[in-house]
């Protein structure tokens, strides 16, 4: 066996990253929250008519991205890290989208920044894979309890 690493190495890891079916997910679930995205921000500042749907089109805009945050919570349930991992992908998409919309549209940005955006995201993601990872250790210990064992005192 050498002790150098092989050049190629590095290539197969990026061709193993791509298969990876947290990314997989996460480019689809990304996709996914840019095209509600994009509907949400066009609708709400091409017609003008419409501002009296607006709590309406904001409940619709928010149910879809609960709905694909909930098939990410479900597709992932017993792996969190691969929850965050999908999660934290599916959420750049959407924060890249919604950078680049800001150059057609700069008043959103007063309300609502890129950035903020991502950081709102990751931490809701983290949150939920930390409070799973908790649930998956506390099924376990429950499945399998640790024996409580006493010593004696000399």
Same mark, same amino acid.
């Given at each position: ?40 921000? *066009?609708? !709400?500042? +091409?017609?003008? %008519? ?5 709590? /309406?089109?904001?409940?619709? @805009?928010? =149910? ?23 999660? *934290?992908? !599916?959420? +750049?998409?959407? %924060? ?5 919309? /800001?150059?057609?549209?700069? @008043?959103? =940005? ?45």
């Amino acid at each position: 066996m050498p002790l150098t690493p092989s050049p190629d190495r590095g290539i197969t890891q990026r061709r193993r990253l791509r298969r990876h079916p947290a990314v997989i997910m996460g480019a689809v679930v990304g996709a996914c929250l840019a095209g509600v995205a994009l509907a949400w921000i *066009i609708v !709400a500042n +091409t017609e003008p %008519s419409r501002e009296r749907f607006a709590s /309406e089109r904001n409940m619709a @805009a928010t =149910a879809g991205v609960g709905l694909l945050l909930f098939v990410l919570i479900c597709r992932f349930m017993s792996s969190p890290g691969r929850l965050f991992l999908s999660g *934290i992908f !599916a959420w +750049t998409i959407l %924060s890249i989208t919604y950078r680049t919309v /800001e150059f057609h549209y700069p @008043a959103i =940005a007063n309300r609502l920044g890129a950035f903020h955006l991502f950081m709102l995201g990751a931490v809701l993601i983290g949150l939920i894979a930390a409070l799973l990872w908790v649930l998956e250790m506390m099924v376990e210990m429950r499945h399998h309890p640790t024996p409580v064992t006493r010593r004696r005192l000399p």
